[in-house]
């Protein structure tokens, strides 16, 4: 079954552990903020329960949640308009998750890069929930019979895996019940790239502050960090193909389109020629005028968690009104007695 037979409803996730940076402002919040109001209906999950498959400090954790709502919400998602909330308190994903758990199998879950990555050489002393992670993932959009899910490049492995997951669910049970969902992986900047290497991803886990704009940095911190950008000496090239072979050029010109809701080859027409010594302070204005709203506006809301905390009980409640009865139904495909009776 296609997505196109579901009603479209919108899902994606972001992992509150901590610094946020460009990259997700530019491959999550500011697209997710974009795609409201545009007749679907878009739900908008801190997933709280994927950043504890690796250790997190409880006190940290707590904050990081309701920093990134606060974030979210400074980004442009209306609390109104989406529903907002902590993965935590809609326990319907981590349910759906111990079903899917019996449906994936283990190659599947190996084969991910990001586990490879994230577990290293050590993968015995990686927790069990790390390896599990894209079942929990699906389970998250799945739930919700999600069609849409906007997303930075590097997830689009783990929303295959969502895709095989719900293929696989519907053909053991011969049953047509979860969508094939689409992933949106759009724009100029579904990839940012490290500030100090054009080869490695904008990471939070960067061990250097230089590598990334958070977005609580202020306007000096954006500026000189957009300043020491890794560069090369040639001027900006006038059309996309000369960006070819210079990955630290393409990435700032990338960002400066996504900044600016313009296309590449718009801001190559208006940059083809310029030096970085005149393009990087342009970058750095624009960047400033962009973020430094952003962060000024999360700092305010963080002054009134309670008020986060109404916020996020409140969205919870509505996801769970949507999560609930898929599972429910999903129970009773898979034959568990007494579902629906909760
Ligand atoms: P996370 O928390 O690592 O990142 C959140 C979002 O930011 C995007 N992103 C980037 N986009 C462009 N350039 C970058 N350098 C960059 N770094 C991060 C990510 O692609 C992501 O969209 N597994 C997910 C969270 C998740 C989820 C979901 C997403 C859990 N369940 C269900 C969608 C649907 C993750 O770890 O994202």
């Keep these: 079954m296609?997505?196109?037979q579901f009603t479209p409803r919108v899902f994606s996730g972001i992992q509150p552990s901590g610094n946020l940076h460009l990259g997700n402002y530019l491959g999550a919040l500011k697209r997710f903020a974009d795609m409201q109001g545009l007749e679907m209906e878009t739900v908008y999950c801190m997933v709280d329960m994927h950043a504890i498959t690796v250790w997190q400090d409880p006190s940290e954790l707590a904050h990081s949640t309701r920093e990134l709502c606060a974030g979210f919400i400074a980004a442009g998602v209306d609390p109104e308009q989406s529903i907002l909330f902590n993965q935590s308190q809609v326990p319907e994903h981590a349910q759906l998750a111990w079903i899917f758990n019996c449906v994936a199998r283990m190659g599947w879950m190996q084969r991910m890069t990001q586990w490879k990555d994230k577990a290293g050489?050590?993968?015995q002393n990686a927790s069990l929930g790390l390896l599990a992670y894209p079942s929990l993932m699906a389970a998250d959009i799945l739930v919700y019979h999600a069609t849409h899910v906007p997303v930075g490049d590097d997830q689009k492995q783990h929303l295959e895996l969502t895709r095989d997951i719900a293929i696989k669910f519907n053909n053991d049970f011969g049953i047509d019940f979860f969508p094939?969902?689409?992933p949106v992986i759009e724009g100029a900047a579904t990839r940012v790239m490290s500030l100090r290497d054009g080869?490695?991803?904008m990471s939070k886990?960067?061990?250097s502050d230089?590598?990334?704009i958070n977005m609580t940095d202020d306007a000096d911190a954006i500026a000189k960090k957009i300043r020491k950008a890794k560069t090369d000496p040639d001027a900006l090239p006038s059309d996309v193909d000369g960006l070819e072979g210079r990955p630290e050029a393409r990435n700032l010109v990338n960002i400066y389109a996504a900044l600016s809701d313009q296309t590449v080859a718009q801001v190559l027409?208006?940059?083809g020629g310029k030096q970085f010594g005149t393009f990087k302070p342009m970058l750095a204005d624009l960047a400033v005028a962009r973020l430094s709203p952003i962060s000024?506006?999360?700092a305010r809301l963080m002054n009134d968690q309670s008020e986060i905390d109404r916020i996020l009980a409140r969205g919870s409640e509505r996801a769970r009104a949507i999560a609930a009865p898929i599972l429910d139904r999903t129970y009773e495909i898979v034959g568990m007695v007494g579902a629906g009776k909760r």
Excluded: F, Y
């Design 210 to 212: 230089m590598s990334r």
């Design 180 to 182: 094939i969902t689409e």
């Design 205 to 207: 886990s960067d061990p």
């Design 269 to 271: 027409s208006e940059v």
């Design 199 to 201: 080869a490695k991803k």
């Design 121 to 123: 050489k050590n993968q």
């Design 296 to 298: 000024t506006e999360m």
């Design 2 to 4: 296609s997505a196109t």
